[in-house]
């Protein structure tokens, strides 16, 4: 079974600084793909960035950005920039190609963004 | 992006009724939808996958007598506790992907706290 690690519970940064956060996962397939959804306090998730192992360019989007290392099997989301709004809880999501496609997720990293 | 609306927000009932859930997808056809659980401070726990017109698949450990699912149409899927306990108070959260576009991102409800009295 797949399994996605987020070894961070808690990460703060300062506003306007640069943090990073960790995720890995388990897995034997070559395709499937990589998420990363924020959960702000309203406990609404919304889709951050997404990733297809097939491609070796890292996803980019705005201020959000991944590093995607598919043979360590790591995907880092980092934030540039942070802003009092990114606070939230960020989870890492595997999701196989083919099947069902259902994601799996970690179990979060808590978000501090200091002003 | 797509929007996938739930309802009640936010509901407390008490020990032995039922609650139902509901789950829409406003602006496209939900092929599949998931329905999750959520403990504070905890990840998402799936409980079940919801296909249109067909029955749920229940994750292992997941009574499917307690928490029926029905999906009768493309825009809509509900999860009806059943018989609810203090133990089923939690955050229950929906999400909705279309077809054929299996391979993308599913979006989620905005949740829904059940508080069982």
């Known amino acids: 079974a797949q399994t996605v690690t987020q070894s961070q519970p808690e990460m703060s940064v300062q506003e306007a600084e640069t943090v990073t956060l960790s995720c890995t996962y388990d897995?034997?397939?070559?395709?499937?793909?990589l998420f990363w959804y924020k959960q702000p306090p309203s406990r609404q998730m919304i889709l951050v960035i997404r990733?297809?192992?097939?491609?070796?360019q890292n996803a980019t989007e705005n201020r959000f950005s991944v590093n995607f290392q598919k043979a360590a099997k790591s995907f880092s989301l980092k934030i540039s920039d942070s802003q009092l709004g990114d606070a939230a809880m960020y989870f890492c999501?595997?999701?196989?190609?083919?099947?069902?496609?259902?994601?799996?997720f970690g179990r979060g990293t808590s978000l501090i963004v200091h002003p | 992006g797509a929007v996938v609306s739930q309802h009640p927000s936010w509901v407390i009932c008490k020990s032995g009724t039922s609650v139902k859930i509901e789950c829409r997808s406003l602006?496209?056809?939900?092929?599949?939808m998931f329905w999750y659980r959520q403990f504070p401070k905890q990840s998402l726990m799936l409980m079940a996958t919801?296909?249109?017109?067909?029955?749920?698949?229940?994750e292992q450990g997941v009574e499917k007598d307690k928490f029926l699912i029905n999906h009768a149409s493309l825009t809509l899927s509900t999860l009806t506790v059943t018989s609810a306990h203090p133990e089923d108070s939690s955050f229950y959260i929906c999400?909705?992907?279309?077809?054929?576009?299996?391979?993308?991102?599913?979006?989620f409800g905005q949740g829904t706290r059940l508080t069982v009295v």
């Open positions: 999501a595997y999701m196989k190609s083919g099947g069902s496609y259902i994601p799996t």
């Open positions: 919801s296909n249109e017109g067909s029955k749920a698949t229940y």
């Open positions: 990733q297809e192992a097939y491609k070796q």
């Open positions: 602006d496209f056809q939900a092929t599949t």
């Open positions: 999400s909705a992907r279309s077809q054929p576009r299996e391979n993308t991102e599913a979006f």
């Open positions: 897995t034997s397939e070559s395709d499937y793909y």
